[in-house]
């Protein structure tokens, strides 16, 4: 985590923060993250689900943010063991 960050570098980490963290594990805000429920699930459905907590999680606690699209890519050694990562796209919103 880099401290200091502003702008668009900011909402980068945020959003890599929330995408990278379960819900419940955060002591003071149980709610911040995405659902764990979406680990074990086939690939189709894990993605969907995916795709729908991080549109929520990032909408939720980086209003500056707004998700244009989140795609899955894959590369080999990821598909040698059944991973894939998410690539959020977004632009930056003006907020109040």
Do not use: H, W
Request: zero cysteines.
């Amino acid at each position: 985590m880099r401290f200091g960050l502003t702008g668009i570098d900011s909402i980068k980490q945020n959003i890599q923060v929330i995408a990278s963290t379960y819900a419940g594990t955060v002591p003071l805000d149980r709610a911040f993250g995405i659902s764990p429920d979406v680990v074990d699930q086939p690939d189709i459905i894990a993605q969907a689900l995916l795709i729908n907590e991080l549109m929520a999680a990032i909408a939720e606690f980086e209003p500056r943010a707004e998700v244009t699209s989140i795609d899955f890519e894959q590369g080999p050694e990821e598909a040698e063991k059944g991973k894939y990562f998410a690539v959020i796209r977004f632009v930056e919103r003006e907020v109040q």
